[in-house]
């Protein structure tokens, strides 16, 4: 199985602002996933993209997919305190094992 | 649709005590995961069936870590000893069929070994 790595490791932004956080990985996949973390919870799953896919939206989430560059970003747009929590990326490979790595820890100011 | 219940919520021991955990996934999920996280990392696989068989359990400490499906359906996790390092949060997590797909995660137990 491989391990996402996020970056940055910590985000903080103004309410209203857009929050970008990229994930990279090392081998080939099936397809990547983000998931969110509030406090004290389980992790919530946010979207799944597939390796032929580029981009994928759902709601203020974007994500976008480069299997050549072997990364991903997702962007929160107009945030609110509520998408506080950590992020976390898990690209499935062909093992389809999902391993997570540290996770962006993003804070939304009001 | 009911979510995956994870009890007990929050479980304090001390160490070289047993523990035990237990999940109960979204029904009809094939897939069961458990992972530790520890505080301020990403969650950690330790275990993962299908149905009831163990597909990985490579990060397992099997020298104090067991786990089982009964009948591919409620999960145990047990730890015995207890050591200090074990103090995480365990999550358990399930997924419709074939692993690598979206997994739906319980609220966790959060252990303290003291």
């Known amino acids: 199985s491989q391990q996402g790595e996020e970056d940055p490791q910590a985000l903080s932004i103004q309410e209203g602002e857009n929050a970008t956080m990229n994930c990279s990985y090392k081998t080939s996949i099936n397809n990547l996933q983000w998931y969110r973390q509030n406090s004290g919870r389980g992790l919530v799953h946010l979207i799944l993209i597939r390796s032929n896919e580029r981009e994928k939206h759902s709601g203020r989430l974007r994500v976008t997919l480069d299997t050549s560059k072997k990364s991903s970003s997702l962007l929160i747009t107009a945030s609110r305190a509520a998408d506080t929590a950590s992020y976390f990326c898990a690209p499935a490979g062909s093992a389809r094992q999902l391993t997570f790595g540290s996770g962006t820890q993003l804070t939304v100011l009001p | 649709e009911a979510g995956v219940a994870q009890s007990p919520r929050y479980k304090i021991i001390e160490k070289r005590q047993s523990v035990a955990f237990w999940c109960n996934p979204i029904?009809?999920?094939?897939?069961l995961y458990w992972y530790q996280q520890i505080l301020g990392q990403g969650p950690k696989l330790l275990i993962q069936?299908?149905?009831?068989?163990?597909?990985?359990d490579s990060q397992l400490p099997k020298d104090r870590f067991s786990a089982e499906r009964l009948k591919g359906v409620d999960s145990t996790l047990k730890i015995q000893p207890a050591k200090l390092e074990d103090s995480a949060v365990y999550l358990c997590?399930?997924?419709?069929?074939?692993?690598?797909?979206?997994?739906?995660f319980g609220s966790g137990t959060q252990l303290s070994v003291l």
């Open positions: 997590a399930s997924s419709w069929g074939q692993a690598g797909e979206k997994l739906f």
């Open positions: 029904s009809g999920h094939a897939t």
């Open positions: 069936f299908q149905n009831n068989g163990v597909v990985d």
